[in-house]
């Protein structure tokens, strides 16, 4: 069993920044590939990134963040980041974390993996 949460959102003006931070529970978290996903008001979730097991050497990222938006792992703090640059309104959603069991697999397939575990979600609004 894995816990997530996530904490580092919150309101912040076209432009701006924000870093989100997703910690885990459990002694296996550098085994698990992680993902960032998020869902506005009224639209269907959506996979925003995702980092690949142990040193994260593989990584995906939407269309819309690709350019502004960071994944990065701390195994040692059993944390992934967020890190959100030039933020637009349209990024306004709640952001989840999740886990995914998936040592060894690196590569385009990250993109497309199942996850077992998810956090509460943090709100990140974004205003113009």
């Known amino acids: 069993q894995v816990q997530l949460v996530e904490s580092g959102g919150g309101l912040v003006q076209a432009g701006g920044s924000l870093r989100l931070s997703c910690a885990a529970s459990g002694r296996t978290f550098s085994s698990y590939a992680m993902g960032w996903f998020r869902q506005a008001p009224g639209k269907e979730r959506e996979s925003v990134a995702a980092i690949s097991w142990s040193s994260g050497s593989s990584t995906y990222y939407a269309d819309s963040v690709k350019g502004r938006f960071t994944v990065s792992r701390d195994n040692a703090k059993n944390t992934v980041y967020l890190q959100m640059n030039t933020l637009k309104p349209e990024d306004t959603a709640v952001y989840y974390c999740?886990?995914?069991?998936?040592?060894?697999?690196?590569?385009?397939?990250?993109?497309?993996?199942?996850?077992?575990?998810w956090g509460q979600g943090t709100q990140v609004t974004v205003s113009s």
């Open positions: 999740a886990a995914s069991w998936a040592p060894g697999i690196v590569g385009t397939v990250i993109r497309g993996l199942k996850y077992d575990y």
